[in-house]
């Protein structure tokens, strides 16, 4: 399969050019100023639209085991509608429960990825450490997998003791793999919520201050100290607030070599959605909370200076009927996770370029560059260029719509963005050389997408 793109606005981290694209097979041969259409090439004109590497997801929950459900999607539904929403390739968190063994579990994600239709990768988690888990990391390791994931929230769940956080960032370091955190102090969380519960709070509008900003920057202090002491490389996922940032910001100074990523819902909405009344607020419910608005320039201001590096979504689907409402009278029992696969680019693009927040490099380099260079996939994925996989989204800036639950490809019952208005959409979305969505129709093949192994970077 030979497919030319031709005249678009070429839009890479760091180049902007009209140029043309030549894809032979599954990979870019050629990107220059005039290419001639080989015979028999199919040929997409691209004037006027923009032509952005394949957008990247480096946080997403598909198969969720998680607060006594699973969260809804499977990899046919979500791989479908990261592909229409200009991703085209997924890093999974693997998320074994504390009582179950790391390799069994990889085994169990890899058998649920089997259907994807775009690319994908895992970081594995880590609930654990006993004597057998550092033989079981280092064969996941081998296989291809160059992150790690721990929890320093979720108590008798996911979270990880100190003990195992130490041994972890240790094993991490010695293999070259950086390790991914969820940053919160899970012994501040659970006290908070008793006292809240205690006093009658309940509703879903009490989760934000069940975990305050201080719990995720204590968080996010105690990763730091333990990656200065260990050497590990260390990436803070879902980063809501300023002073996590700054805590990040100061270890950064004193020579700790970490990273911050930032979901859409937390540049998009605030804790006001959570606190809508008839309980409507538990669609809003995620972990670290949705803040005060105020938080949300410190955000902007800290991936414009590449403070923050990448934007994911922490993508995590439960139902408003049957799932949230589990927690209709406890809001610590509302699953957390807010549906976002579908949506992270278009909200990007028209709340971070569209109004001036991002410039066009800063967006690619947020929403696909970094999280190849970061996650060990640079240059095959995160760029557009001679050898690069043919992963493109040829985007058109002036579509206009409206998000809706009723439309989406997400397997879940409501849309966290319902009647928002978006400023562009992907007209084509090329995952390794072929053509996987029209103008907001998955047209691609399920099963296509591939297992990326990656090679450990961080020593
Ligand atoms: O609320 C969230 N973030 N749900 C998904 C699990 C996690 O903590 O990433
Ligand atoms: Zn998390
Ligand atoms: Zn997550």
Redesign the pocket.
């Known amino acids: 399969m030979t497919l030319l793109i031709q005249n678009g606005r070429v839009i890479t981290a760091d180049s902007d050019f009209v140029g043309d694209i030549l894809c032979e097979g599954e990979v870019i041969s050629h990107v220059g100023p005039s290419i001639a259409a080989p015979p028999g090439s199919e040929v997409i004109d691209a004037a006027g639209k923009y032509v952005f590497p394949g957008f990247i997801d480096p946080?997403v929950?598909i198969h969720?085991p998680?607060m006594g459900t699973h969260a809804k999607d499977s990899y046919e539904s979500a791989s479908r509608a990261a592909i229409v929403g200009g991703t085209t390739t997924l890093i999974e968190?693997c998320c074994p429960n504390r009582e179950d063994q790391p390799l069994e579990s990889f085994e169990l994600w890899l058998a649920k990825a089997a259907n994807s239709a775009c690319d994908y990768s895992f970081h594995m988690g880590v609930s654990r450490f006993d004597s057998s888990t550092a033989s079981q990391l280092r064969e996941i390791v081998n296989r291809g997998i160059a992150s790690f994931k721990v929890?320093l929230?979720?108590k008798g769940a996911f979270g990880v003791t100190d003990e195992e956080l130490f041994a972890t960032l240790s094993l991490a370091k010695e293999l070259g793999v950086i390790v991914t955190a969820?940053c919160e102090n899970e012994t501040l969380v659970a006290a908070l919520q008793q006292q809240l519960l205690a006093a009658g709070k309940t509703g879903p509008e009490w989760h934000e201050p069940s975990r305050p900003t201080q719990v995720e920057a204590e968080g996010v202090h105690h990763l730091m100290t333990f990656a200065e002491l260990t050497g590990a490389h260390v990436y803070c996922?879902?980063t809501s607030c300023r002073e996590a940032l700054e805590n990040v910001q100061a270890a950064r100074l004193r020579g700790v070599r970490a990273w911050v990523e930032t979901v859409i819902p937390y540049l998009t909405l605030d804790k006001s959605y959570a606190e809508r009344s008839n309980f409507e607020g538990a669609k809003y419910?995620?972990?670290p909370p949705l803040r005060d608005r105020s938080e949300q320039p410190y955000l902007w201001a800290a991936l414009r200076s590449r403070l923050v590096s990448t934007i994911a979504t922490?993508h995590?689907p439960f139902d408003f009927a049957g799932q949230k409402d589990m927690g209709l009278d406890d809001f610590s029992k509302i699953p957390?996770?807010?549906p976002s696969v579908a949506d992270r680019i278009n909200l990007l693009y028209t709340h971070g370029v569209c109004r001036g927040r991002l410039d066009l490099n800063t967006f690619v380099d947020a929403a696909s560059t970094q999280a190849a260079k970061i996650f060990g996939l640079y240059p095959r994925k995160g760029t557009v260029q001679a050898g690069s996989d043919a992963d493109l989204v040829i985007y058109d800036p002036g579509f206009r719509g409206k998000i809706a639950a009723a439309t989406q490809l997400m397997n879940v019952d409501y849309s966290a963005f319902e009647g928002w208005e978006i400023e562009g959409r992907p007209s084509t979305v090329i995952v390794r050389g072929a053509v996987q969505a029209r103008d907001g129709k998955f047209v691609g093949e399920l099963g296509r997408g591939k297992l990326l192994t990656r090679e450990p970077t961080h020593f």
């Open positions: 946080h929950h969720l998680f968190m929890f929230a979720y969820h996922v879902h419910v995620m972990s922490d995590a957390n996770g807010i």
